[in-house]
């Protein structure tokens, strides 16, 4: 079964930092592009940083950070000096053989 699984979120304090893990099964990261997306309360889902298949990446805000282990097959976000409006569920995502996968998010929230 292919499938995405984000981890590592949770309180944190503004102007720390956290990494989110995005790991997979069943889809070799290394070889797809992954997009991490955030979805605030009560917000709409919105994108925040992809790592393109030949690593190249583009970020939404320049605290932001992706990179990969590829022995993990795992996907990593790492924001730093975060600020409340980091807060919300994030998600990753890839597409597979035309098909888009979704992991189910991973919960951040941000005390000031």
């Known amino acids: 079964q292919k499938q995405l699984v984000e981890s590592g979120g949770g309180l ?3 102007g720390g930092s956290l990494t989110l893990s995005c790991a997979s099964s069943g889809i070799r990261l290394s070889a797809n592009g992954v997009a991490w997306h955030r979805q605030a309360p009560g917000g709409q889902r919105e994108w925040v940083a992809t790592v393109a298949a030949g690593g190249a990446t ?3 805000d320049s605290r932001f950070h992706v990179f990969r282990d590829n022995e993990k097959n ?3 976000l790492q924001i730093t000096n975060l ?14 053989r035309g098909q888009n996968y979704w992991g189910q998010g991973t919960q951040v929230t941000v005390s000031s």
């Open 12 to 14: 944190a304090q503004a």
């Open 83 to 96: 600020q409340t409006r980091d807060a919300g569920v994030y998600y990753c995502n890839t597409q597979y």
């Open 74 to 76: 795992t996907v990593y």
């Open 58 to 60: 583009r970020y939404a």
